[in-house]
């Protein structure tokens, strides 16, 4: 009220204007609060709930892709296997992941890291050794030549530099061994 009275006084009583000026500052208010308080909120929403009828959908597809991961593991002695994964969201992909993975987490919504954490509750051989709050396309956080694979699926859209992040995807992972490219 005390917004509408002000508004009055400004436009000196017209009433057009003064309904203009609260309906912009309404709709400004409102992206605002939409932008900095509830569009990270119904992300995380809509993305946990819609998260595992697309993984049912995609399930062979993914095991075959993540089917990698396995033999890198066995390659590198069958111990373990670091991954870091870029957006990991609710951790959907968790499941596919090689018992023994160490999975560094690199989200930039923090809301994420609870659905996260429940996730990786379902994988007990399955650890989150880093959770950093981070873009994909500046990953300092995680130390050069030190992962052993690096995952990311349904996030490379929403990356603004995508160049800058593939520079960091490369900077991140460990020097691969030709062997692994013989073609014998
Ligand atoms: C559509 S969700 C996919 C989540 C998960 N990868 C999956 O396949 O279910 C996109 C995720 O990437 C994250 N994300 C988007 N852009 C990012 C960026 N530039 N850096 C890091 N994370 C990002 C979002 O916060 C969200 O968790």
Known sequence: MAVVFLFHRVFRGSRTLTLSAVAVASSVALAVLWRTYLMDRHTVRLITQLAPDYDQRMARRKRRLFDGLH???AELGGERIVILEIGSGSGANFQ???D????????RN????????ASISQRPAVEISQFHIASAEDMRVVASNSVDAVVSTKVLCCVT???KCLHEILRVLKPVSF????LA
């Open 71 to 73: 033999q890198i593991k």
């Open 96 to 98: 596919y992941y090689p």
């Open 100 to 107: 023994g993975a160490q999975i560094i987490c690199i989200e």
């Open 110 to 117: 923090r809301l994420f890291e609870q659905p996260l954490r």
């Open 161 to 163: 530099d995508v160049d």
């Open 179 to 182: 062997s692994r490219f013989s």
